[in-house]
């Protein structure tokens, strides 16, 4: 079974210390990096580097329950911490956007909430979940962008047939856009990968790669008659 994506950082130590979890919990797991990738620039910006810690879909439940419960008996906030300063609406932020945040600092958020006199049940943190999966899932993050990416390929698409020997290099472009509109992924916090684009989009994309073709053949077939 191929693994997804179960926590990314650029601190090595935070991936390393998530994995020590999943190996008292006996979940299996697999860490990469782009470390050993040449790039001269990692020498002077480590940031660069980027480890990702895998594991099977199926695991995901119960590795983020062995997270938030190693995490919640951990915790201890440092006096300062920037998370103090935040307002409770802030807070709650967090904890709607878990995949937004380090297990540290969703943690410290519920500390927070609960010390402020505002304790999040385990049911309403379940009910907070289920509904920023469903929005991940039927919703974009940028949905005006996602509007005007697929505008910009019925451009392309028809400026190159328009000024097909002059820029023709615009309809390959939207060739491009029209498959990545039609196969792009995406992953959930649950591990599950589904279309990034929804039905009605990707339907969008099947026509702007049925428009480049059209006007593909249309410019061949205006070579072959000359």
Not at 106 to 116: F, H, Q, V
Not at 158 to 176: D, E, P, R, T
Not at 202 to 216: E, M, P, V
Request: hydrophobic share 40%.
């Amino acid at each position: 079974m191929s693994k997804s994506i179960f926590r990314t950082s650029i601190d090595k130590f935070i991936i390393e210390e998530v994995a020590s979890v999943l190996d008292v919990h006996s979940i299996n797991y697999e860490i990469i990096s782009n470390e050993k990738d040449f790039n001269p620039s990692f020498i002077t910006d480590t940031n660069k580097i980027e480890y990702q810690l895998l594991i099977d879909k199926d695991d995901f439940n119960a590795a983020n329950k062995a997270i938030s419960d190693y995490y919640a008996q951990e915790i201890s906030i440092p006096d300062g911490y920037y998370l103090l300063d935040y307002s409770n609406e802030e807070l709650k932020e967090i904890l709607s956007k878990k995949d937004e945040w380090n297990e540290f600092d969703y943690e410290t958020a519920k500390k927070i909430l609960k010390d402020r006199g505002e304790n999040i049940t385990e049911q309403e943190l379940n009910s907070i979940n289920k509904e920023r999966l469903e929005s991940l899932r039927n919703e974009y993050e940028k949905p005006k962008e996602v509007k005007n990416y697929i505008i910009f390929g019925y451009i392309l698409a028809v400026v190159g047939c328009l000024l097909s020997l002059v820029w023709s290099s615009a309809i390959l472009i939207s060739y491009a856009i029209a498959i990545v509109i039609i196969k792009l992924k995406k992953q959930l916090p649950n591990g599950e990968r589904i279309s990034y684009f929804n039905e009605k989009d990707r339907k969008q994309g099947k026509r702007i790669l049925l428009l480049s073709f059209l006007f593909t053949a249309f410019w061949i077939l205006i070579f072959i008659l000359k």
